[in-house]
């Protein structure tokens, strides 16, 4: 790693465009139009494709290609070797515009275990936790613990990522470990207006 934070075997074509801090280690390559932001960290060969988003503080780790059409906002986990993809009907002979690749969006917070594939055109909310081994194909709530082929809700996680205890009629949920509060909105959960 040099000081700048690039490994000298990592290959960016520019222009792209770096937040302070960034960390990007061997073999990885980072496309023109890409934009990575504040302190993110982009583990041994992963790929980063052209107009690509990453948000502040993310951490991608070995072995992930982030695909055109794929947002990671802040704080994002991106665990190893997990999967995107960016074309619902592929074809290798079909030569393709900008348009035809679905978006993904990754929201604040959220999580990837190692070897999930997320199918393109999905929503995940904001602090998700996307278990190993998962296919996402669906829209996944805020704070939804989810895993599974294809990946089903199995629980609720705080910020900090501590399962959570929920009824099925509450609609306010105290963290046992960080004590904060959040409340069920219409896609999940979310931090209390007036909690912690």
């Known amino acids: 790693m ?7 075997t990592a290959v960016l074509d520019h222009p792209v465009t770096l937040g302070e801090g960034v960390k990007i280690w061997h073999f990885c390559h980072v ?7 504040a ?9 980063v494709a052209e107009d690509v988003k990453i948000g502040n503080g993310v951490r991608i780790q070995n072995n992930v290609s982030v695909y055109r059409g794929v947002e990671l906002q802040d704080d994002v ?3 190893p070797s997990v999967v995107f993809t960016n074309v619902l009907r592929p ?6 515009e900008a348009s035809d690749y679905a978006r993904t969006l ?16 999905v929503r995940i909310g904001e602090y998700a936790l996307i ?3 998962s296919v996402v194909t669906a829209d996944v709530p805020a704070h939804a613990l ?14 900090c990522g501590e399962q959570l205890t929920v009824t099925e009629a509450a609609l306010r949920v105290t963290c046992p470990a960080c004590h904060k509060t959040l409340e069920r909105i219409s896609d999940g959960f979310s931090l209390a207006s007036h909690g912690n």
């Open 146 to 159: 989810v895993f599974g082929n294809p990946a089903r809700i199995q629980g609720w996680v705080c910020v």
């Open 77 to 79: 986990f991106v665990g």
């Open 31 to 37: 496309m023109r139009g890409a934009t990575i932001g």
């Open 91 to 96: 074809r290798a002979f079909i030569d393709l």
């Open 131 to 133: 278990g190993a081994g």
């Open 2 to 8: 040099t000081s700048s934070g690039i490994h000298p």
């Open 106 to 121: 990754v929201k604040r917070g959220a999580s990837i275990g190692a070897n999930a594939t997320i199918v393109c055109g």
């Open 39 to 47: 302190n993110a960290m982009l583990g041994q060969n992963v790929f």
